[in-house]
């Protein structure tokens, strides 16, 4: 689809958004996700109407925005689909409102809803920040064209999917260069 297509060349970072329902924690993997506003600090993330974990954490009105880095590819893949228990194997820690913070995140960012707005087939969620986390010394995780990318991968000239396959192997900081 054109729109895809055409959107997937904005390359973003991943993060997976968190928060608790009744029945436990909670998450999906998340790319739009934005700093909004200063003062106050504010931002935003734009869940699918559809998305079950939205709606699970949303009664709680708190949610905390885990940053992925490189080496959390694995995290976002399970994450980014549906799944009974997404946490089975996830080491996490509360934040301060209660939403998970996942272990060897790049950082974090707890926040309380403000506001919800309706948009299209998604949601725009604003968030008041109420505590930000530690900086890792990591590089992030991408996501352009559809795919997890290394930031190698940014010259148009050099993409290709076989290239891309062998960058996404990369387990060592050291090969990146
Ligand atoms: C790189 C990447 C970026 C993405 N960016 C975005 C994005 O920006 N926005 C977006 O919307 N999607 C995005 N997605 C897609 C999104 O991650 C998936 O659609 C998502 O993982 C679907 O998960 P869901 O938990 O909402 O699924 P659903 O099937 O809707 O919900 C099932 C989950 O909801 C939970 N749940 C439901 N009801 C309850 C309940 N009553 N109590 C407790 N738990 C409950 C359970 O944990 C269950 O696992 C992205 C995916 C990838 C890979
Ligand atoms: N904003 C989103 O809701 C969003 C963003 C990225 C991926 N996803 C979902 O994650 C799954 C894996 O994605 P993929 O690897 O096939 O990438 P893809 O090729 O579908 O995504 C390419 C680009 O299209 C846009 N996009 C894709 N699905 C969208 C949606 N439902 N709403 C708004 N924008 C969307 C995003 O900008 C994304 O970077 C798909 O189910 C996709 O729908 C959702």
Redesign the pocket.
């Known amino acids: 689809m054109r ?3 055409v ?2 060349h ?1 390359c ?1 970072g991943v993060t997976v958004v968190t928060g608790m329902s009744g029945g436990g924690p909670v998450g999906f ?1 998340c ?2 996700f934005a700093a909004l506003s200063l003062d106050p600090p504010l931002v935003l993330f ?1 869940p ?1 109407r559809t998305s079950g974990s939205w709606a699970a954490m949303s009664s709680a009105g708190a949610f905390c925005v885990n940053v992925l880095a490189e080496d959390q590819r694995d995290l976002s893949a399970v994450f ?2 549906a799944g009974a228990d997404k946490f089975a194997g996830v080491s996490w820690s509360p934040s301060s409102t209660g939403a998970p913070v996942l272990d060897g995140a790049l950082t974090w960012v707890d926040c309380r809803v403000t506001t919800v707005h309706e948009a299209g ?2 949601f725009v969620v604003i968030g008041e920040v109420v505590e930000l986390g530690p900086e890792r010394d990591a590089r992030p995780l991408l ?1 352009y ?3 997890y990318a290394a930031q190698a991968d940014l010259d148009p000239r050099g993409w290709s999917g076989e290239v891309l396959d062998t960058l996404l192997t990369w387990q060592r900081q050291s090969e990146w260069s």
């Open positions: 729109f895809r297509s959107l997937g904005f973003t993997a790319q739009s734009c699918q980014g689909r087939d998604h996501f064209r559809g795919r």
